[in-house]
């Protein structure tokens, strides 16, 4: 996913000092390495003040615009990625305002185990990463209908990057051309799983 990388290295304001674990922390909707670590099935183990460990899939760290599940005084000490996700074929789509804007959305495909099956997560055009996963093929119209009842009208993220109406536009039309690119893509080893 060399293109999230890429995005994450474009401000020059965090040149030589952004982490991945910064990126998730800030919690901010266009942060590439959440999109990476959320479609990758990305697993972080968060440390709490009293030496305590907990884990949660990035997916569900991010809470919000800005937000996420942190406790006071926890830290996020680490994001663990399973070795069939690094191994699938994934498809990526990003529009933004202008070429080398932010992110105003940012869609990810993983092809599952299951010739067809496809996990697709939504993120920048939403306030939290949102994760679809179809064990079956979708068709067009079931993955529209599936990206319009997992992300409610006030969930698409609104800032100077993008209206709402625009970024949902953007993300059903970005979710369909991963679906084409995917759709016969051959099916990864078999320890590769289509939601994880």
């Known amino acids: ?16 000092v952004a982490t991945i674990g910064g990126n998730l922390v800030n919690s901010l909707p266009a942060g590439p390495m959440i999109s990476l ?21 990035v997916a569900e760290f991010v809470t919000g615009a800005g937000r996420n599940v942190l406790g006071e005084g926890e830290l996020l000490r680490s994001v663990t990625l399973p070795d069939s996700a690094l191994r699938a074929r994934t498809a990526f ?3 933004s305002l202008h070429r080398h804007g932010r992110s105003a959305a940012l869609l990810i495909g993983r092809a ?6 496809l996990t697709l997560t939504l993120t920048a055009a939403t306030v939290r990463p949102v994760v679809l996963c179809f064990p079956l093929p979708p068709g067009a119209a079931g993955l529209r209908r599936a990206v319009e009842t997992a992300v409610p009208e006030g969930a698409w993220f609104d800032d ?16 369909e051309e991963i679906r084409q690119e995917l759709r016969d893509a051959p099916a990864p080893g078999k320890e590769a799983a289509a939601c994880g």
């Open 160 to 175: 100077l990057h993008g209206l709402p109406q625009w970024r949902r536009h953007m993300t059903l039309r970005l979710a």
């Open 37 to 57: 670590t959320a479609a990758l099935g990305g697993v972080c183990e968060l440390w709490t003040p009293a030496g305590g460990r907990r884990q949660l899939p």
């Open 93 to 95: 789509r990003r529009a």
């Open 112 to 117: 599952g185990p299951v010739e067809g099956s």
């Open 1 to 16: 996913m060399t293109q999230c990388c890429r995005a994450f290295l474009a401000s020059f304001k965090i040149w030589n």
